[in-house]
């Protein structure tokens, strides 16, 4: 016990993780189906973040891997071997909570060694490893304070020590941030994912914030409806999306209306090829990023399907998002700063398409910015 | 200058001359409270402390004498013996209640229908509460009957009804709602996450309980306990309607002293006992508050 503890302490830097495996997990409560048959493959020291809305199966399927509630079918392997029955307390799968989670009547430190209390640990060794996990999470300072006497992110800390403390094969992250204001989510988010590389364990993060999810994760897992929408790498998932959902549930997109002919879609007299294989020609809707939409210049007095009116600018920092009428529909661009400064509200511009491939979602009105 | 003047008058019409603080005016509200609690509280207290120090010779402690004697201190052995009785019996049985609520759903019937009925029987004491027990268990009772005639005689080894035991009895069916009501905010207050963490860490129900919500819990539920103590320690009508013969506890005690048209009738001597009650009671209710603030701060 005490060598598999100490492996995991400050400093390790090799990749300790195990490979997880959901295989076809189902479950109901009821009439609603949470998860239709989820089947995802973790590498060993990976961190996947699952994404999607309310309801769509993300935490179900998180806590059907903690062993806090049962698959109805499928199975759940931890380094090969199957733990679908086994009860949550025999897993070694550490948990980090949305919030409010931390033992109110214990210490920092009392709480992180609590796991290694659970297991028998000699009071002496938990103190240490407790100490050490403290020193890991950047709270070594805090060891004799109580939750109410934390932040919301130190207590987030905290938690992250705790469930490390005991080694876990499996880290599971239940939407930690979300209770936390903007400005310590994204410190804590770096902080996570800092620490997950040092200890190596393979990690599963539950958020329905797309930032957080592309910017913590090795692969994100985009899902609607108890399935998994899409899997890959963030950067994939946002310049390649697989599905329309996807495309509008990750990153802002244009809805624009064109028409399907010949394995491509006509938007405003732009062809773009299409990332679908089965549309079918005709009228579509279809999906294109802001970033997509460029400004080829002014064009006051000129007419044209691109050509269209600065209506308003969201400074972004670096960039801004402008949004131009072009009389039927509203597009939005994402701009250089010093670019979109230069078009304020009233100009008249003319945008380009660039001709990437583009989604289609064929069921719904256009207009709409997701 | 206009600008000036105004501002001038804007900053000093809030507020009262003199440089006192104007009283807020969500205390006007509380004010026929506070002067309720001065009457009927604050009042019979002073005459009882004033009561219990002064005898026919004057200021001295002769009245509190009386504690040494006997029948005084068993009087208050049996109000201790009565009140820890029943507060435990309905500290714990209360808890068991309380739990069975919050297991279930926290907008369903059952916990509607258990809170109701639990806030009006917590209130059901004194004369009516003892002729309902008359009525039902008395000895003409038709519960007593029904269970006579079907060979289960209660009685048969006397009519303990009404002295302590019976006591005991009745005031355990007033504790048990005051500690479900009491109780709920507490365990209310436990998050599932406690538990799942304590599983996800290792831990088991027993450990659950033994090293979270045990120790979490245990300041609410030893406050309640002492809440019920005193609740009981100071009850009065439902054992006077009930025991009718000598004073076998303290609140009978003094209302004997107080009211006999015999030997023993001395205000005096009543306000020191009052007194000693008072003083057990403010202890109690002191010991209450700390653990309820430490359970509040715990499971807010």
Request: hydrophobic fraction near 50%; charged fraction near 15%; proline fraction near 5%.
């Amino acid at each position: 016990m005490t060598a598999t503890i100490a492996a995991a302490g400050t400093g390790t830097t090799a990749r300790a993780g195990v490979e997880v495996r959901l295989e076809n997990l189902r479950r109901r409560y009821g009439p609603i189906t949470a998860l239709d048959g989820l089947s995802l493959t973790m590498a060993p020291g990976e961190l996947v973040a699952l994404l999607g809305p309310s309801g769509c199966g993300k935490t179900t399927a998180l806590r059907l891997l903690a062993g806090l509630e049962d698959a109805d079918e499928g199975r759940i392997l931890v380094d090969g071997h199957d733990v679908t029955g086994q009860p949550a307390n025999k897993r070694g799968v550490g948990m980090v909570f949305q919030a409010y989670s931390l033992f109110p009547h214990m210490t920092a430190w009392q709480n992180v060694a609590f796991g290694l209390q659970m297991r028998r640990v000699h009071a002496a060794e938990r103190r240490q490893r407790a100490g050490e996990m403290l020193e890991l999470v950047g709270l070594s300072g805090y060891a004799n304070r109580f939750a109410h006497q934390l932040s919301g992110g130190q207590q987030q800390r905290v938690a992250l020590a705790r469930a490390l403390a005991i080694n876990p094969k499996v880290l599971l992250l239940d939407e930690p941030l979300s209770a936390l204001d903007a400005k310590v989510r994204a410190r804590l988010r770096d902080e996570i994912r800092r620490v997950q590389l040092e200890v190596g364990t393979t990690t599963l993060f539950v958020t329905h914030d797309q930032e957080e999810a592309l910017a913590i994760a090795d692969r994100v897992g985009v899902m609607q409806s108890g399935r998994l929408e899409q899997l890959g790498p963030p950067t994939t998932i946002y310049s390649r999306p697989a599905s329309a959902f996807v495309a509008e549930f990750v990153g802002l997109t244009n809805r624009l209306p064109g028409t399907v002919a010949r394995g491509a879609v006509d938007v405003r007299g732009t062809r773009l090829p299409l990332v679908q294989t089965d549309v079918p020609d005709g009228p579509a809707i279809a999906l294109i990023r802001p970033e997509a939409v460029s400004v080829l210049g002014d064009a006051n007095g000129a007419s044209g399907p691109l050509v269209g009116t600065v209506i308003a600018t969201v400074f972004l920092g670096a960039t801004s998002r402008v949004t131009v009428d072009l009389g039927d529909v509203t597009v939005l661009t994402q701009l250089a700063t010093s670019e979109a400064a230069a078009h304020p509200a009233g100009t008249r511009i003319r945008l380009a398409i660039r001709p990437d491939p583009v989604l289609i979602a064929r069921d719904q009105p256009a207009g709409e910015h997701r | 200058m206009t600008a000036v003047l105004e501002k001038s008058f804007v900053d000093t019409a809030g507020r009262p001359t003199g440089g006192g603080r104007r009283l807020p005016s969500q205390w006007l509200a509380v004010i026929p409270f506070f002067f309720y609690l001065g009457i009927f509280l604050l009042l019979p207290t002073l005459i009882v402390v004033g009561g219990a120090f002064f005898d026919r010779n004057g200021l001295g402690f002769s009245n509190l004498l009386i504690m040494n004697k006997p029948f005084v201190i068993s009087a208050y052995l049996n109000s201790v013996i009565l009140a820890a009785i029943t507060a435990i019996a309905g500290a714990v049985l209360g808890a068991v209640l309380a739990y069975a609520v919050v297991s279930g759903n926290p907008n369903g019937v059952f916990r509607r229908l258990v809170t109701s009925a639990c806030g009006v029987l917590a209130q059901f004491g004194g004369v009516t509460l003892a002729f309902a027990f008359i009525a039902t268990i008395g000895s003409a009772g038709f519960v007593y009957l029904w269970l006579k005639q079907h060979g289960l005689d209660v009685y048969a080894h006397g009519l303990w009804l009404y002295d302590l035991r019976g006591l005991e009895l009745v005031y355990t069916y007033f504790q048990i709602p005051l500690m479900v009501l009491v109780f709920l905010p507490a365990l209310d207050g436990i998050r599932p996450q406690w538990r799942e963490a304590t599983e996800s860490l290792g831990g088991n129900t027993w450990q659950y309980w033994r090293y979270v919500a045990g120790p979490l819990l245990a300041p609410a539920f030893f406050g309640a306990t002492l809440l019920l103590f005193a609740n009981a320690f100071s009850a009065y009508a439902t054992a006077a309607a009930l025991v009718n013969q000598g004073s076998v506890i303290a609140s009978l005690l003094i209302a004997n002293t107080m009211t006999s048209e015999v030997g023993l009738h001395d205000p005096g001597i009543a306000s020191a006992l009052a007194l000693v009650m008072v003083v057990m009671v403010a202890t109690v209710m002191v010991l209450y508050t700390v653990l309820q603030r430490r359970t509040a701060r715990w499971l807010r």
